[in-house]
């Protein structure tokens, strides 16, 4: 069912339909190189063959993780004879230094048409050499009009699809296929034939075959394997997922954290959970409930220690506290603060009282000969300068006091800001 042409693209239209970009590219003969990027099964591959289809240029697959520069080599050539070869280079993110060194100057004379395929983000994960000349498009999922459509192409066409079985699919039978496909055609179809070719042959064997037949969907559903959740690990779905989850957290949204959660855990992909969980825990919830934060942690150790499926109920544990937590960000603010003035400002040396002095010489410089140890003082705590002198007064924790706990650390931090300001005001110790 693979197009020959873009009238036989499903889906795509703002890429493919009257008046759009690549259609334009094609009716005036002016291709150019272009990554197409998207989810798996929503049509990659089948616009470049229906380019191909629609120019009668000739067309080569070939994957940039497996496939060598020897063969890269010999689409090469075929392009020096023929004059233009269109290449569909699927996985190109994965694409090394050397074929690419090789590639980049085909892609200047046109000898090769480059359309590059990934389930990536190019911006992210392509290089800027390769980047740079090519266009970029995005493709998006399709929606349960097309991937029907395809379906009805599919069961009727004789020639390249189903057609010959004369097989027809009830309603319900046709809504869980769309739903477990869930975008991905290749899936979708996949199913499709399992259903048609595997309740054929059952029928056959029961002496039941008389021709034509529909597919309940008590068949549909002992026909197709269920699809987990569309998603890639490395891809734009795996980060959109991962976004989505942690602004549901931070926005204490529970049953929309734990839907997010349940398509992670369905993806089976643990180690972004965890990693996104210890993040969540320090980044939203922070000072306000530092608790929360350990808790978080030792869920994510029974999770890794459990696996799949059992490791699905410590990370509803922290997911659900982590929500109804009270949240806080002062303290990723204040490192961001400080690390912004570090960034951009010219900052004096370090006070000669807080450098190193176990070094022989040290006292001749002045390093740390008027360093007050603060435990030799009431209350462990002394004042004197910490910070570099154009930085003296510089305020980057700014507490919320979004719960006790942070309202406790409010209290402090002012206190001993204002101690500190005082009795440097009286006696600058380390002048």
Excluded at 7 to 19: A, K, R, Y
Aim: one cysteine or more; proline letters at 4%; hydrophobic letters at 40%.
């Amino acid at each position: 069912m693979r197009p020959k042409n873009l009238d036989e693209v499903v889906g795509q239209q703002h890429l493919i339909g009257p008046g759009k970009i690549i259609r334009r590219m094609v009716e005036a003969k002016l291709l150019s190189s272009m990554i197409l990027y998207g989810p798996p099964g929503i049509g990659k591959t089948s616009i470049a063959s229906a380019i191909a289809g629609s120019t009668k240029y000739a067309f080569r697959k070939l994957n940039a993780a497996t496939d060598s520069k020897k063969q890269l080599q010999q689409v090469a050539e075929e392009g020096k004879m023929s004059g233009t070869v269109i290449l569909l280079l699927d996985e190109i993110h994965r694409l090394d230094k050397t074929k690419q060194d090789f590639l980049l100057p085909l892609l200047e004379s046109g000898q090769i048409i480059l359309i590059g395929a990934t389930t990536e983000n190019p911006y992210i994960s392509i290089s800027p050499a390769i980047r740079s000349r090519c266009q970029i498009f995005e493709l998006k999922p399709l929606s349960i009009d097309d991937a029907g459509k395809a379906i009805d192409r599919a069961l009727s066409d004789k020639n390249n699809g189903l057609g010959k079985y004369n097989a027809s699919l009830s309603p319900a039978a046709k809504s869980l296929l769309l739903e477990k496909g869930n975008g991905d055609l290749r899936a979708t179809l996949n199913g499709l034939e399992l259903a048609v070719r595997s309740t054929k042959q059952e029928l056959k064997e029961a002496g039941k075959d008389d021709g034509s037949f529909t597919i309940t969907q008590k068949e549909m559903a002992d026909s197709i394997q269920i699809k987990s959740q569309n998603f890639d690990a490395n891809g734009d779905g795996h980060y959109d997922l991962i976004s989505a989850f942690q602004k549901s957290i931070r926005g204490s949204d529970t049953d929309a954290a734990l839907h997010y959660l349940a398509r992670l855990v369905e993806s089976g992909d643990l180690i972004s959970i965890c990693r996104r969980l210890t993040v969540i825990a320090y980044e939203d919830i922070g000072l306000a409930n530092p608790a929360a934060a350990q808790h978080a942690f030792i869920a994510i150790q029974a999770a890794q220690t459990l696996g799949f499926p059992e490791a699905r109920i410590p990370l509803a544990n922290a997911v659900i506290e982590l929500c109804l937590s009270p949240k806080s960000n002062s303290a990723m603010s204040a490192i961001d603060a400080a690390i912004s003035d570090v960034e951009n400002k010219n900052i004096d040396s370090i006070p000669d009282n807080l450098k190193d002095a176990h070094y022989k010489g040290a006292k001749k410089l002045g390093h740390g000969t008027n360093y007050v140890y603060p435990h030799d003082f009431s209350g462990d705590w002394v004042a004197q300068q910490y910070l570099p002198d154009n930085l003296i007064g510089a305020q980057y924790f700014n507490p919320k006091g979004n719960s006790k706990i942070e309202k406790g650390l409010k209290n402090q931090y002012q206190i001993l800001r204002k101690m500190q300001a005082e009795r440097l005001m009286k006696k600058p110790i380390n002048k």
